[in-house]
């Protein structure tokens, strides 16, 4: 293997930033100008249980882009993705998120889900006597804000059951019920797939997934965004296996509540073989 490259940290802003030039080209991406981002994060601060986690987070998703957030345990991480979702337990403290243009900072859980947010675990753990069926026909109802019969909501889940090469009475089945770790994540990808989101926040989806289902999850995700091309995909992982089926366009790395370098694909084989030590947390103040 070649050598990569190396991280220089700007010491004004403490990111590096080597993805132009290096950029991953994916299908995705269009000769389209890049109008506006479809999700926008400035300088957002999240505070739980009155300690500051997030510690000023900025970044840009445009129409059709996936990036991917590493990071340590205990970075952040999850906490970004709830406050982006606006899970009540985390307090926004400062900057700003906006979603296709629109403040979202304030809104609930479900006016964000409405506006197009999808996070993968937005939904129950278990719900007991609640078919997956009849859950995604209430979120779709609901999302979409009209009604959709059972046929209707059967037809598009054996498209989407086929490519998450799942059984389809995988459909009758209880939500998250005797999932394996395995069937909950492809139950994530099968969710996003159905409510067709402008943005979809996915937390490692591929932790717990052997070899096969990793590929299976991978190209249920490219599937999704095939249909849906302009759906803008923020995925936290701590495996850079699943980045090389999805070609992320940049990679940011999270370590101590701050993106401290952001890249391409590259990015991601590097903190492989090397690991977070380079990236030393400023000291908190
Ligand atoms: N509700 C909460 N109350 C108190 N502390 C919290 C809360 N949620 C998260 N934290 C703390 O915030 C820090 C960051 O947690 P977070 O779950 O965001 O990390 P992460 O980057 O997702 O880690 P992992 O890779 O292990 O999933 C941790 O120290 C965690 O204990
Ligand atoms: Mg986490």
Do not use: W
């Amino acid at each position: 293997m070649t050598d990569g490259p190396t991280i220089e940290q700007d010491p004004k802003v403490g990111v590096a930033d080597f993805s132009e030039g290096n950029r991953v080209t994916t299908e995705h991406e269009t000769d389209a100008p890049r109008t506006a981002p479809v999700l926008e994060i400035r300088d957002l601060r999240v505070a739980a249980e009155g300690r500051e986690i997030v510690k000023g987070v900025s970044l840009a998703l445009y129409p059709g882009e996936l990036h991917a957030v590493m990071g340590p345990n205990g970075s952040g991480k999850s906490t970004l993705a709830s406050a982006i979702a606006g899970k009540p337990s985390f307090e926004i403290t400062g900057g700003k998120v906006f979603l296709r243009g629109e403040d979202i900072t304030e809104a609930s859980p479900d006016e964000r889900a409405r506006a197009g947010l999808f996070l993968a675990f937005q939904y129950p753990e278990e719900v007991p006597g609640v078919t997956i069926l009849q859950m995604l026909r209430a979120a779709l109802s609901e999302i979409k804000g009209q009604n959709y019969a059972t046929f209707e909501v059967r037809l598009m889940l054996k498209d989407a059951l086929a490519d998450l090469q799942m059984d389809q009475s995988f459909a009758d089945r209880y939500v998250n019920e005797g999932f394996s770790g395995g069937e909950k994540k492809r139950c994530e990808i099968l969710q996003m797939t159905i409510l067709e989101p402008a943005v979809a926040i996915l937390d490692e989806t591929d932790s717990g997934l052997d070899i096969d289902a990793l590929r299976i999850v991978a190209e249920g995700i490219e599937k999704a965004r095939a249909r849906r091309p302009e759906m803008a995909v923020l995925l936290i992982t701590h495996y850079q296996r699943i980045l090389r089926y999805l070609e992320p366009d940049k990679v940011h790395v999270l370590v101590g509540g701050r993106v401290v370098a952001s890249g391409g694909l590259e990015l991601a084989e590097l903190l492989e073989r090397q690991g977070y030590d380079q990236f030393v947390p400023e000291p908190v103040g």
